[in-house]
Nanobody, 123 residues
Framework: QVQLVESGGGLVQAGGSLRLSCAAS????????MGWYRQAPGKQRELVAR???????NYADSVKGRFTISRANAKNTVYLQMNSLKPEDTAVYYC?????????????????WGQGTQVTVSS
């Protein structure tokens, strides 16, 4: 089994910064891509940023220039540095790992989600 544990959410004023972390644990052989999604009340879950094992990155247009995603492959950890936060960034942020291969089941790939961490930006 693989688990994603997120940390770093909280309450911040508009214009402030937060850094989210997500660590994948388990007998992991490889992870193809890790990313962050968010879901605000009454809205669908949306991609915020995603990074692949070879370093390819995608950002939502709404966060380009403000958020930075990075990854420590050796630690199976992904980070999201969020600067110049706006009230509309308020949401539950979920970590996602795609095409996870475990040493115990090398012929299988798994997709998994973290439990979510709340980010609240006050105006």
């Amino acid at each position: 089994q693989v688990q994603l544990v997120e940390s770093g959410g909280g309450l911040v004023q508009a214009g402030g910064s937060l850094r989210l972390s997500c660590a994948a644990s388990g007998s992991i052989l490889s992870i193809n891509a890790m990313g962050w999604y968010r879901q605000a009340p009454g809205k669908q879950r949306e991609l915020v940023a995603r990074i692949t094992s070879d370093g390819s990155i995608n950002y939502a247009d709404s966060v380009k220039g403000r958020f930075t995603i990075s990854r420590a492959n050796a630690k199976n950890t992904v980070y999201l540095q969020m600067n110049s936060l706006k009230p509309e960034d308020t949401a539950v942020y979920y970590c996602n790992a795609v095409r996870v291969v475990l040493t115990t089941t090398p012929d299988w790939e798994y997709d998994t989600w973290g439990q979510g961490t709340q980010v609240t930006v006050s105006s």
